[in-house]
C-alpha cells in the first residue's frame, strides 16, 4: 500500500523560507517519479514540481520557478521542497504524490495517482 507522509507546513511571513517533507513507504520509492502538488484555498489541485527517480531531472510549474527546489533522497526514501521567498499567492495545502512521468510540460497525471494527507502552509503577516 502506497503510503506519503507530509511534513514541515507553517504559517510564514511573506518572503520567508519554508522546507516539506516527505515520508514514503509501501512501494519501491527509487524507481517512481515524485511530485507536489497544492490546493489553494477554493481552488483545484495545481502542479507545482516534480523529480525523476534518479533525482538528476526535476521540473517546476512557472509560478515557483527560481524560489522552489524539489530534492529527493531515495536511500532514506524521502521527498523534500525547499520554499523560499514565499508569497501569498503560496497559500494552500501541499500534497507529495506519485506521477507516470515528468517533462518539461510539467508531470502526469498533474494532480498524481496517490497523494498523501497534506501539509497547511500559509504565507501572511
Known amino acids: 500500500e502506497v503510503r506519503l507522509v507530509e511534513s514541515g507546513g507553517a504559517l510564514v511571513q511573506p518572503g520567508g523560507s519554508l522546507r516539506l517533507s516527505c515520508a514514503a513507504s509501501?512501494?519501491?520509492?527509487?524507481?517512481?517519479?515524485?511530485?507536489?502538488?497544492?490546493?489553494?484555498?477554493?481552488?483545484?489541485?495545481?502542479?507545482?514540481?516534480?523529480?525523476?527517480?534518479?533525482?538528476?531531472?526535476?521540473?517546476?510549474?512557472d509560478s515557483v520557478k527560481g524560489r522552489f527546489t524539489i530534492s529527493r533522497d531515495n536511500a532514506e526514501n524521502t521527498l523534500s521542497l525547499q520554499m523560499n521567498n514565499l508569497k501569498t499567492e503560496d497559500t494552500a495545502v501541499y500534497y507529495c504524490a506519485t506521477a507516470s512521468y515528468c517533462s518539461g510540460a510539467g508531470c502526469y497525471p498533474p494532480i498524481g495517482n496517490s497523494r498523501g494527507q497534506g501539509t497547511q502552509v500559509t504565507v501572511s503577516s
Open 26 to 61: 509501501g512501494f519501491a520509492f527509487n524507481v517512481v517519479v515524485m511530485s507536489w502538488v497544492r490546493q489553494a484555498p477554493g481552488k483545484g489541485l495545481e502542479w507545482v514540481s516534480g523529480i525523476s527517480p534518479s533525482g538528476r531531472n526535476m521540473y517546476y510549474a
